[in-house]
Protein backbone atom coordinates (compact mmCIF):
# COMPACT_ATOMS: atom_id res chain seq x y z
CA UNK A 1 0.00 0.00 0.00
CA UNK A 2 1.61 3.45 -0.96
CA UNK A 3 2.04 6.54 1.21
CA UNK A 4 -1.11 8.23 0.23
CA UNK A 5 -3.19 5.10 0.91
CA UNK A 6 -1.42 4.56 3.95
CA UNK A 7 -2.45 8.04 5.03
CA UNK A 8 -6.26 8.04 3.63
CA UNK A 9 -6.75 4.14 5.46
CA UNK A 10 -5.19 5.09 8.58
CA UNK A 11 -6.36 8.23 10.34
CA UNK A 12 -9.50 7.71 12.56
CA UNK A 13 -7.19 4.00 13.92
CA UNK A 14 -4.83 6.84 15.14
CA UNK A 15 -6.34 9.35 17.22
CA UNK A 16 -6.87 10.71 20.81
CA UNK A 17 -8.84 7.79 22.78
CA UNK A 18 -9.93 4.29 21.82
CA UNK A 19 -13.67 4.03 21.41
CA UNK A 20 -15.51 3.66 24.69
CA UNK A 21 -12.48 4.35 27.06
CA UNK A 22 -10.32 6.24 28.33
CA UNK A 23 -7.39 4.51 26.83
CA UNK A 24 -5.04 7.33 25.05
CA UNK A 25 -3.28 5.61 21.71
CA UNK A 26 0.32 5.90 21.79
CA UNK A 27 1.16 8.77 18.73
CA UNK A 28 2.02 7.48 15.97
CA UNK A 29 3.30 9.95 12.86
CA UNK A 30 2.36 9.17 9.95
CA UNK A 31 5.83 8.89 8.56
CA UNK A 32 5.94 6.11 11.20
CA UNK A 33 2.87 3.86 10.54
CA UNK A 34 4.60 1.21 8.51
CA UNK A 35 6.06 -2.23 10.09
CA UNK A 36 9.07 -1.41 7.43
CA UNK A 37 10.21 2.09 9.48
CA UNK A 38 12.36 1.70 12.71
CA UNK A 39 10.45 2.82 15.59
CA UNK A 40 12.77 2.45 19.05
CA UNK A 41 10.13 4.85 20.61
CA UNK A 42 7.14 3.23 19.86
CA UNK A 43 5.87 1.75 23.42
CA UNK A 44 1.81 1.27 22.28
CA UNK A 45 -0.80 0.67 25.32
CA UNK A 46 -1.85 -3.27 25.98
CA UNK A 47 -5.88 -2.86 25.84
CA UNK A 48 -8.76 -5.35 25.18
CA UNK A 49 -12.07 -4.28 26.04
CA UNK A 50 -13.82 -6.30 29.78
CA UNK A 51 -17.10 -6.52 26.76
CA UNK A 52 -15.16 -9.05 24.54
CA UNK A 53 -13.16 -11.44 27.02
CA UNK A 54 -14.53 -14.74 27.30
CA UNK A 55 -17.52 -14.33 25.12
CA UNK A 56 -18.84 -17.47 22.49
CA UNK A 57 -18.46 -15.46 19.56
CA UNK A 58 -14.79 -13.94 20.44
CA UNK A 59 -11.47 -15.28 20.06
CA UNK A 60 -9.46 -15.93 23.70
CA UNK A 61 -6.66 -14.92 24.62
CA UNK A 62 -3.32 -15.21 22.54
CA UNK A 63 -1.82 -16.87 25.16
CA UNK A 64 -4.52 -19.24 26.25
CA UNK A 65 -2.92 -22.79 25.74
CA UNK A 66 -5.52 -24.07 23.90
CA UNK A 67 -5.84 -21.41 21.37
CA UNK A 68 -3.84 -22.53 18.39
CA UNK A 69 -5.24 -20.33 15.65
CA UNK A 70 -4.74 -21.15 11.88
CA UNK A 71 -3.31 -17.69 10.34
CA UNK A 72 -4.22 -16.42 7.02
CA UNK A 73 -6.34 -19.61 6.43
CA UNK A 74 -9.77 -20.82 7.17
CA UNK A 75 -9.42 -21.92 10.70
CA UNK A 76 -12.12 -24.60 11.17
CA UNK A 77 -15.65 -21.99 10.80
CA UNK A 78 -13.45 -18.92 11.10
CA UNK A 79 -11.66 -17.03 8.07
CA UNK A 80 -8.68 -15.55 9.47
CA UNK A 81 -7.72 -14.89 5.68
CA UNK A 82 -7.32 -11.28 4.71
CA UNK A 83 -9.90 -9.76 2.04
CA UNK A 84 -6.57 -7.81 0.70
CA UNK A 85 -5.77 -10.64 -0.88
CA UNK A 86 -2.39 -11.30 0.37
CA UNK A 87 -1.03 -12.60 3.60
CA UNK A 88 -0.42 -10.46 6.79
CA UNK A 89 2.83 -10.79 9.18
CA UNK A 90 2.35 -12.98 12.37
CA UNK A 91 5.07 -11.34 14.73
CA UNK A 92 7.68 -13.43 17.11
CA UNK A 93 5.33 -13.56 19.73
CA UNK A 94 2.65 -15.14 17.75
CA UNK A 95 0.45 -11.75 17.19
CA UNK A 96 -0.74 -11.30 13.65
CA UNK A 97 0.25 -7.46 12.54
CA UNK A 98 -2.39 -4.67 11.27
CA UNK A 99 -1.08 -4.73 7.42
CA UNK A 100 -1.34 -0.67 7.16
CA UNK A 101 0.65 -0.53 9.82
CA UNK A 102 0.88 0.80 13.54
CA UNK A 103 -2.09 2.14 15.80
CA UNK A 104 -0.81 3.36 19.22
CA UNK A 105 -2.57 0.10 20.67
CA UNK A 106 -2.03 -4.08 20.89
CA UNK A 107 -4.31 -6.01 21.66
CA UNK A 108 -7.62 -6.55 20.46
CA UNK A 109 -9.58 -3.46 21.50
CA UNK A 110 -13.51 -4.26 21.40
CA UNK A 111 -13.07 -6.23 18.36
CA UNK A 112 -13.38 -10.28 18.90
CA UNK A 113 -10.84 -11.56 16.74
CA UNK A 114 -7.58 -11.28 16.35
CA UNK A 115 -6.45 -10.62 13.23
CA UNK A 116 -9.21 -9.66 10.41
CA UNK A 117 -12.49 -9.20 11.93
CA UNK A 118 -14.62 -9.73 8.75
CA UNK A 119 -18.10 -7.68 8.08
CA UNK A 120 -20.33 -6.55 4.71
CA UNK A 121 -21.91 -3.35 4.24
CA UNK A 122 -24.97 -3.25 1.79
CA UNK A 123 -25.02 0.14 0.10
CA UNK A 124 -28.57 0.77 -0.72
CA UNK A 125 -29.21 3.25 -3.61
CA UNK A 126 -31.89 4.91 -5.09
CA UNK A 127 -32.14 8.14 -7.31
CA UNK A 128 -33.64 10.71 -5.58
CA UNK A 129 -36.92 12.20 -7.06
CA UNK A 130 -39.08 15.51 -6.70
CA UNK A 131 -42.33 15.65 -5.35
CA UNK A 132 -43.71 14.76 -8.77
CA UNK A 133 -41.81 11.36 -9.36
CA UNK A 134 -38.88 13.07 -11.66
CA UNK A 135 -35.17 12.35 -11.00
CA UNK A 136 -33.86 15.48 -9.54
CA UNK A 137 -30.44 16.96 -11.25
CA UNK A 138 -27.71 19.04 -9.57
CA UNK A 139 -27.75 22.41 -11.32
CA UNK A 140 -24.02 22.40 -11.38
CA UNK A 141 -22.86 18.89 -12.53
CA UNK A 142 -25.86 18.13 -14.25
CA UNK A 143 -25.36 14.82 -12.90
CA UNK A 144 -28.58 12.83 -11.41
CA UNK A 145 -28.45 12.83 -7.43
CA UNK A 146 -27.76 9.66 -5.73
CA UNK A 147 -29.23 8.38 -2.19
CA UNK A 148 -28.57 5.79 -0.23
CA UNK A 149 -30.01 4.08 3.15
CA UNK A 150 -27.46 5.97 6.10
CA UNK A 151 -28.31 4.67 9.73
CA UNK A 152 -26.69 6.50 12.46
CA UNK A 153 -24.72 4.46 14.73
CA UNK A 154 -25.63 3.70 18.71
CA UNK A 155 -21.63 3.87 19.50
CA UNK A 156 -20.28 7.23 18.21
CA UNK A 157 -23.06 9.08 16.58
CA UNK A 158 -21.96 8.72 13.36
CA UNK A 159 -23.91 8.24 9.80
CA UNK A 160 -22.55 5.01 8.54
CA UNK A 161 -23.44 2.62 6.03
CA UNK A 162 -25.71 0.15 7.69
CA UNK A 163 -23.85 -3.33 7.80
CA UNK A 164 -22.20 -5.80 10.48
CA UNK A 165 -19.58 -8.93 11.47
CA UNK A 166 -19.86 -11.80 9.08
CA UNK A 167 -20.80 -14.80 11.32
CA UNK A 168 -18.51 -18.04 11.19
CA UNK A 169 -19.77 -19.94 8.33
CA UNK A 170 -22.37 -17.61 7.27
CA UNK A 171 -22.06 -16.40 3.58
CA UNK A 172 -21.45 -12.56 2.69
CA UNK A 173 -24.70 -12.62 0.85
CA UNK A 174 -26.73 -13.45 3.96
CA UNK A 175 -25.08 -10.86 5.75
CA UNK A 176 -25.27 -8.40 4.08
CA UNK A 177 -29.37 -8.89 3.74
CA UNK A 178 -29.32 -9.45 7.77
CA UNK A 179 -27.55 -6.50 8.31
CA UNK A 180 -30.12 -4.50 6.15
CA UNK A 181 -32.96 -5.67 7.83
CA UNK A 182 -31.88 -5.58 11.63
CA UNK A 183 -30.13 -2.12 11.10
CA UNK A 184 -32.86 0.03 8.72
CA UNK A 185 -35.91 -2.45 8.65
CA UNK A 186 -35.89 -3.20 12.51
CA UNK A 187 -36.62 -6.86 11.74
CA UNK A 188 -35.73 -8.02 15.14
CA UNK A 189 -39.14 -6.39 16.37
CA UNK A 190 -41.26 -7.75 13.86
CA UNK A 191 -43.21 -10.99 14.31
CA UNK A 192 -42.64 -14.16 12.54
CA UNK A 193 -45.56 -13.54 9.86
CA UNK A 194 -44.09 -10.03 9.23
CA UNK A 195 -40.46 -11.12 9.31
CA UNK A 196 -41.46 -13.46 6.43
CA UNK A 197 -43.19 -11.19 4.73
CA UNK A 198 -40.05 -8.86 4.39
CA UNK A 199 -37.82 -11.58 3.83
CA UNK A 200 -39.96 -12.71 0.22
CA UNK A 201 -39.88 -9.01 -0.74
CA UNK A 202 -36.70 -8.34 -0.85
CA UNK A 203 -35.21 -11.57 -1.59
CA UNK A 204 -34.83 -11.07 -4.39
CA UNK A 205 -33.47 -7.30 -4.99
CA UNK A 206 -30.12 -8.73 -2.46
CA UNK A 207 -28.84 -11.49 -5.10
CA UNK A 208 -27.55 -9.61 -7.38
CA UNK A 209 -25.07 -6.46 -6.48
CA UNK A 210 -22.11 -4.73 -7.69
CA UNK A 211 -19.00 -4.88 -5.17
CA UNK A 212 -17.92 -1.53 -4.23
CA UNK A 213 -15.15 -2.28 -2.32
CA UNK A 214 -13.26 -5.07 -0.70
CA UNK A 215 -10.29 -4.62 1.92
CA UNK A 216 -9.40 -2.72 5.25
CA UNK A 217 -11.09 0.02 6.48
CA UNK A 218 -9.87 2.72 8.50
CA UNK A 219 -12.11 2.05 11.37
CA UNK A 220 -11.69 3.54 15.00
CA UNK A 221 -11.52 -0.01 16.88
CA UNK A 222 -8.99 -1.13 14.88
CA UNK A 223 -5.26 -2.06 16.72
CA UNK A 224 -2.38 -3.47 15.92
CA UNK A 225 -3.08 -6.93 16.38
CA UNK A 226 -6.75 -6.49 15.56
CA UNK A 227 -8.40 -4.87 12.26
CA UNK A 228 -11.71 -4.41 10.44
CA UNK A 229 -12.30 -5.50 7.02
CA UNK A 230 -15.49 -4.88 4.67
CA UNK A 231 -17.26 -6.38 1.38
CA UNK A 232 -19.09 -2.87 0.34
CA UNK A 233 -21.81 -4.00 -2.21
CA UNK A 234 -24.00 -2.04 -3.93
CA UNK A 235 -28.04 -2.56 -4.25
CA UNK A 236 -29.43 -0.02 -6.28
CA UNK A 237 -33.78 0.61 -6.67
CA UNK A 238 -33.48 1.77 -10.07
CA UNK A 239 -37.50 2.42 -9.97
CA UNK A 240 -37.71 2.96 -6.36
CA UNK A 241 -40.22 0.05 -6.29
CA UNK A 242 -38.32 -2.31 -3.93
CA UNK A 243 -36.96 -1.02 -0.68
CA UNK A 244 -38.12 2.33 -1.78
CA UNK A 245 -41.11 1.55 -0.96
CA UNK A 246 -40.79 0.35 2.47
CA UNK A 247 -40.74 2.41 5.91
CA UNK A 248 -37.27 2.45 7.77
CA UNK A 249 -37.21 2.37 10.95
CA UNK A 250 -33.80 1.97 12.73
CA UNK A 251 -33.18 -1.12 14.88
CA UNK A 252 -29.81 -3.02 16.46
CA UNK A 253 -27.04 -1.03 16.57
CA UNK A 254 -28.47 1.94 14.85
CA UNK A 255 -30.34 5.13 16.52
CA UNK A 256 -31.79 7.10 13.52
CA UNK A 257 -32.01 5.57 9.53
CA UNK A 258 -32.91 7.40 6.92
CA UNK A 259 -32.26 7.86 3.08
CA UNK A 260 -29.53 10.73 2.71
CA UNK A 261 -28.48 12.68 -0.50
CA UNK A 262 -24.75 10.99 -1.45
CA UNK A 263 -21.87 14.03 -2.32
CA UNK A 264 -18.69 15.09 -1.63
CA UNK A 265 -19.36 16.89 1.76
CA UNK A 266 -20.75 13.91 3.36
CA UNK A 267 -18.87 13.13 6.66
CA UNK A 268 -19.42 9.17 7.29
CA UNK A 269 -17.89 6.43 10.52
CA UNK A 270 -14.65 4.82 9.16
CA UNK A 271 -13.78 5.45 5.69
CA UNK A 272 -17.69 4.78 4.39
CA UNK A 273 -17.37 8.24 2.71
CA UNK A 274 -14.64 6.50 0.20
CA UNK A 275 -17.27 3.63 -0.94
CA UNK A 276 -19.93 6.51 -1.32
CA UNK A 277 -17.29 8.42 -3.82
CA UNK A 278 -17.18 4.93 -5.78
CA UNK A 279 -20.26 4.33 -5.73
CA UNK A 280 -21.19 7.57 -7.37
CA UNK A 281 -18.63 6.84 -10.03
CA UNK A 282 -20.34 3.71 -10.99
CA UNK A 283 -24.04 4.92 -11.08
CA UNK A 284 -22.37 8.10 -12.78
CA UNK A 285 -24.31 9.99 -10.64
CA UNK A 286 -23.67 13.56 -9.11
CA UNK A 287 -20.64 14.03 -6.36
Request: charged share 25%; hydrophobic share 35%; with cysteine.
Amino acid sequence: MNTRHVRMFHQKCRQGLYPSSNVKRFTVPEEKIPWTVDYPDYKPVAYTATVVKGKPWADPEIDEPTFEPKWNTVDGKVNRKSFMGRDYVVNAGGLPLNPVGRTGIVGRGLLGRWGPNHAADPIVTRWKHDNVGTVEVDEHTRKPILQFVAIQRRDSGEWAIPGGMIDPNEMVSTTLMREFMEEALNFSEMDDTERKTLQNSIKEFFIKGDEIYKGYVDDPRNTDNAWMETVAINFHDENNDVVGKLALKAGDDASNVRWMDINQHINLYANHSEFMKKTVLQRNAHW
